[in-house]
Structures are given as structure tokens and as C-alpha cells.
């Protein structure tokens, strides 16, 4: 049996097309089943639904053999015990500083202030601030990080952007790009020398269905 981390939203979604070229349907919508297990037309595969920061860790313990996450994600995870075979190329979007559109950015970095800033991505921000070589107090957030500069919690965010919309609601601009995010097909290192039979042609039906633009 081979089992599949999935989260359900865009990443889900941003998948289906891709299982299908594998030829795997999920027999169950993930958005109105309560199921964590889905099955699929194909008995020797599974889907299993986890948050999309847990699909990591699912794939690295080998309770899933495949998964799939996005960079941001995985750049928290560190992708330990992780083969990451392929860019899927889905789920894409960038991820950003941005501060209130009444805050000069540039003028607070030339005066060397020190900057306080909340991200869900503490990692990934402490590594983009670093190499710019500045120094900044970083607070960890669980979401909703637009709300920091709006109520003196800091003077910026590290957040993924798609749109822009939520940036524009809340009165935010992006100053700066910290890198570009899509979501990874991930692969269990020791699965993948055990199973390497049935894996493979997922891997490259995957790989022959992805979207290049
Ligand atoms: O939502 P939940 O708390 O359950 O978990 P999650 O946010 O980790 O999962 P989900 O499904 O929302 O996102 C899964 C993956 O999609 C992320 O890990 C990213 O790799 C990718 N992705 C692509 C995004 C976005 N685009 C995105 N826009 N993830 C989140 N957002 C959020 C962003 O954080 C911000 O709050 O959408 C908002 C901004 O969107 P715009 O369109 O207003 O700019
Ligand atoms: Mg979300």
C-alpha cells in the first residue's frame, strides 16, 4: 500500500490533475468528508489528509510514503529523511516582507534600526534578515501575522503572497522578496529504496503532468 500526504485547499485541489495522470482519484472529496483517510480507485493507494506543515513529518517517519508541500513549509521542516524529486510547480505564490504602507522600509534599514518582525516562518526569516546582515527581533506567529503592524506587535511581516489582496485590505505594502514558493513532491528516503518498483511511476507521471509556466 502506498499512502499519500495531502492537505486539503489549494494544494489538494493543485494535485488532483496530477494523481489523475498517475491514474489515482481520490473516491471521496476531502472538503465534505470528515475522513483523515481517503481511499482511491487504485486499491494499492491511499490518501491520507494532514495539515500542511504536518506533511513533512508524516513523509520523514515513513507513516506516508509520498507527499507533497510547499517550500516555505519545507524550508521550516529543514527536509530531513525527505527526497524531493520534483518542483511541482503548484501552489505558487512569493514569499514577502511587508510593512504599513505609512512605514518607510528603506529609510529604517539605512538608519540601522532594529526591526521587530512576526512570521509564522521563523527559519526562513531569520536566514533572509541574516544575509542582508541585519539585525532583527523576530516573533513567532500561528497566523494572521497582518495584524502585527497594525497593532505595534512589530513594523513587519515575513508572509506568503499570492494576490495581494490581503496586503491591500490591510493597509500593508511588500517591500522586499525573500524567494519564490511552490509545493515539492516529497519521497521517504527508506521507502524509496524499499518500493522504488511502485514509486517510480508516480514520480514520473507526476513528473510528465507538470504545468510549465
Ligand atoms: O490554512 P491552514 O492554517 O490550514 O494551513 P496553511 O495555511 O499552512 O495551508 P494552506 O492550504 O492555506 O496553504 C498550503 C500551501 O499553499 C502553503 O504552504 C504555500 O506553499 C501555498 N500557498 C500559495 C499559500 C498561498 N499561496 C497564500 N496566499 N499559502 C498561504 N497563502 C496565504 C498567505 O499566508 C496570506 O495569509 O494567503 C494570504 C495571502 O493571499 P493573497 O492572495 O491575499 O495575497
Ligand atoms: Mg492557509
Given amino acids: 500500500m502506498i499512502t499519500i500526504a495531502l492537505s486539503k485547499g489549494r494544494i ?4 488532483t490533475p496530477l494523481l489523475a495522470a498517475a491514474g489515482i482519484q481520490s473516491l471521496e472529496d476531502p472538503e465534505s ?3 483523515l483517510i481517503l481511499p482511491t480507485n487504485r486499491p494499492d493507494v491511499r490518501l491520507i489528509i494532514v495539515r500542511a506543515t504536518d506533511v513533512p513529518t508524516y513523509v520523514q517517519y515513513g507513516a506516508a510514503d509520498l507527499g507533497i508541500a510547499g517550500k516555505d513549509v519545507l524550508d521550516e521542516h529543514g527536509g530531513e529523511g525527505l527526497y524531493q524529486p520534483l518542483d511541482l510547480n503548484i501552489a505558487r505564490c512569493k514569499m514577502m516582507v511587508a510593512v504599513r504602507e505609512d512605514f518607510d522600509y528603506e529609510a529604517s534599514i539605512r538608519q540601522g534600526a532594529r526591526l521587530k518582525v512576526v512570521t509564522k516562518y ?3 526569516a531569520r536566514a533572509h534578515f541574516a544575509a ?18 497594525l497593532v505595534g506587535l512589530a ?5 506568503l503572497v499570492s494576490t495581494g489582496g490581503t496586503l491591500r485590505a490591510n493597509k ?6 525573500v524567494g519564490a514558493i511552490s509545493s515539492r513532491l516529497v519521497v521517504n528516503q527508506a521507502s524509496y529504496k524499499v518500493n522504488r518498483p511502485m514509486l517510480q511511476p508516480i514520480i514520473d ?4 503532468a507538470i504545468r510549465q509556466d
Fill in 205 to 208: 507521471s507526476f513528473a510528465g
Fill in 12 to 15: 489538494f485541489e493543485e494535485t
Fill in 122 to 124: 521563523v527559519k526562513t
Fill in 155 to 159: 513594523d513587519a511581516i515575513v508572509d
Fill in 172 to 177: 500593508l505594502k511588500a517591500v522586499e522578496e
Fill in 132 to 149: 542582508k546582515g541585519m539585525h532583527v527581533d523576530l516573533i513567532k506567529l500561528y497566523g494572521s501575522m497582518e495584524l502585527g503592524p
Fill in 33 to 35: 468528508s470528515r475522513k
